[in-house]
């Protein structure tokens, strides 16, 4: 992929499959994440769930997103934000979550960029 492209990463389109319990994001050129639900709403990087401002910089390990969480959560609301992020709003009625594309590349399930992730360590 040229470098080009990665700086620019916006999803180019975004569909909740209620089947499978993920959310899967087209990053366009055949790249495809499909994000489990319940390791998203775990990962959501406001400042509540991460702790206080402290604890912003210690965000999850992007191979998070391939453990198996403890709790089950559902979509209620996706939003886009601007151009540069995703907010989504929980059944548990956490609605200030705001995922940012950047973010959401980094913690992405697919093969590939959990190979890629290995490969820089
Ligand atoms: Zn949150
Ligand atoms: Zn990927």
């Not at 209620?18 to 639900?37: A, F, M, Q, S």
């Not at 390791?39 to 453990?67: K, Q, T, W, Y």
């Not at 995922?99 to 490969?119: D, F, G, H, K, Q």
Request: charged content about 20%; some cysteine; hydrophobic content about 30%.
């Amino acid at each position: 992929m040229d470098e080009l492209n990665s700086n620019r990463m916006k999803p180019t389109g975004i569909t909740l499959n209620k089947r499978t319990h993920e959310l899967v994001i087209d990053w366009g050129g055949n790249h495809i994440g499909n994000y489990p639900l319940d390791a998203l709403r775990e990962a959501c990087p406001c400042v509540v769930c991460r702790g206080g401002h402290e604890n912003m910089g210690s965000l999850h390990d992007p191979d998070f997103i391939s453990l198996t969480p403890v709790k089950s959560y559902d979509v209620v609301d996706l939003q886009i934000v601007g151009n540069y992020a995703l907010q989504i709003s929980w059944d548990d009625g956490h609605t200030s979550g705001i995922y940012p594309w950047s973010y959401l590349t980094r913690i992405c399930p697919c093969a590939a960029c959990v190979e890629r992730r290995s490969l820089s360590g």
